[in-house]
Structures are given as structure tokens and as C-alpha cells.
């Protein structure tokens, strides 16, 4: 079976352009989280999603960060304009979630995209 | 901070050795996991346990947890070059809908 599947894998882009991350999740997987990795920061949760809707985005930085998932299969995550801070590697993780109050899954990571603006 | 934190932050070992992490945290949490994350790589979930139990084991991977001190361990036994790696603890939460708040890693080096 295909794991979690992130595009590109680098990323180079200059400051202030837009920068768009994509992700497919595990067929059957009902939750999808994006996480950002950094030295500093370690791993931070940045929004998940549950049957395609936002559930908590207390995590996305600031509202030059936007994620989307338009269908259950496909997500996105863009930042516009991007700038050198947001330089990190960024993991797509996916889910099967019973239900609220059940336990957590176990996740299912992407390899990441590795951003570098410059 | 609502990480866990793992100790030691760098752990050096031979082959065939035995390698202890420790994780803690602060609020309560309904279950724990621990990931593996080889260099350049996603996150590897290793092993689940739940509030309620105290101990769990997978293969050569050994996990306990002690609610009352919010303290987990895993260790691993007989170590591998294979081991090699960064070990995380995360931490679900009773807020419902899945959430893990990740721990800052122990950076695990097996010599052969």
C-alpha cells in the first residue's frame, strides 16, 4: 500500500513568493494533520482536519499559512508570501479516527517537504 | 510548554546494549505514543500505550507508564546499528478529536 504521499519533496523559493504544499493522505485514513519541524521549534502541530474539515488551527502560525482539504484524498498547504523563518520541513500526517472520544490513532507520516526560502 | 520532553536529549551506545528514553509531561493525557524518525524521513509510530495500562511490549521495544509521576520510558534491548535514530514521545490528549503534541526527541547513535 502507498504511504502518505508529499510533494515536492524541496522546495527552494525566494522571499515573498508564494509557496504551495501538497499532500495525499492514505486511502480510507478520515484525519489529516500538518506538522512543521524545525532545530529550534522541534515538532509543532500546525492544523488537522477530520472528514475534510478543519478542526483546530490554533497551530497555524500566522495568516500567511492557509490549508485546504477540498476531498478526502488531497490537501494543501500554502503560505503567501513565504519568508526565510518559514524555512523547515513540513509533515503531512494521516489517520483512521473512530470517533471523538476514541484514542488517538496511530499516525502515518509523510517524508516531508524540506523549505528553504532564501 | 505542552510538549513532552524527552531525556536524555543524546544517547551514545554499543551494539547489543540496552538504550533507556524517558519522556514527561505535564497534563493529562489518554494514551502515549513513541515514533521513530530516520534522518531525512517521516515519523515512524512504534508503539501505543493507553492511560489505563502500565507496561507494553513489541519485539525488543519495551514501553512503561506511570500516570501519577506523568512519566513514560521506552527502551529498547539488545541494540542495533539499525537503531539508529531519533525517538519522539507524543502525547494524546482528552480533547476528543485526535491531537498528539510531540515531544523534542532523543537522538539515539548505536555503534557496532
Known amino acids: 500500500d502507498a504511504g502518505v504521499i508529499q510533494s515536492p519533496r524541496h522546495e527552494v523559493t525566494e522571499m515573498g513568493q508564494e509557496v504551495t504544499l501538497r499532500c495525499k493522505p492514505i486511502?480510507?485514513?478520515?484525519?489529516l494533520f500538518w506538522y512543521r519541524q524545525t532545530m529550534m521549534r522541534g515538532l509543532e502541530l500546525l492544523i488537522y482536519?477530520?472528514?475534510?474539515?478543519?478542526?483546530?488551527d490554533s497551530g497555524m502560525p500566522e495568516d500567511r499559512f492557509s490549508a485546504k482539504m477540498p476531498n478526502a484524498s488531497f490537501s494543501t498547504l500554502k503560505i503567501q508570501p513565504s519568508e526565510p523563518r518559514d524555512s523547515a520541513v513540513y509533515f503531512c500526517?494521516?489517520?483512521?479516527?473512530?470517533?471523538?472520544?476514541?484514542?488517538?490513532?496511530?499516525?502515518?507520516f509523510g517524508n516531508g517537504t524540506r523549505l528553504t526560502v532564501t | 510548554s505542552q510538549q513532552g520532553e524527552e531525556d536524555p536529549q543524546a544517547l551514545s551506545i554499543q551494539e547489543g546494549e540496552n538504550a533507556t528514553m524517558n519522556c514527561s509531561y505535564k497534563?493529562?493525557?489518554?494514551?502515549l505514543q513513541w515514533y521513530r524518525q530516520n534522518s531525512g524521513r517521516g515519523l515512524v509510530h512504534l508503539i501505543l500505550?493507553?492511560?489505563?495500562?502500565r507496561e507494553k511490549h513489541s519485539g525488543r521495544l519495551r514501553v512503561t507508564l506511570d500516570t501519577s509521576k506523568k512519566s513514560s520510558s521506552l527502551l529498547i534491548t539488545a541494540s542495533r546499528a539499525a537503531d539508529t535514530a531519533s525517538y519522539f514521545c507524543a502525547r494524546g490528549t482528552h480533547t476528543g478529536f485526535q491531537k498528539l503534541v510531540f515531544g523534542t526527541g532523543t537522538r539515539l547513535l548505536v555503534s557496532p
Open positions: 500526517a494521516s489517520s483512521f479516527s473512530p470517533g471523538p472520544s476514541s484514542y488517538n490513532s496511530p499516525l502515518h
Open positions: 482536519f477530520n472528514n475534510n474539515v478543519p478542526i483546530d
Open positions: 500505550i493507553r492511560s489505563n495500562e
Open positions: 497534563t493529562s493525557i489518554n494514551n
Open positions: 486511502s480510507g485514513h478520515n484525519s
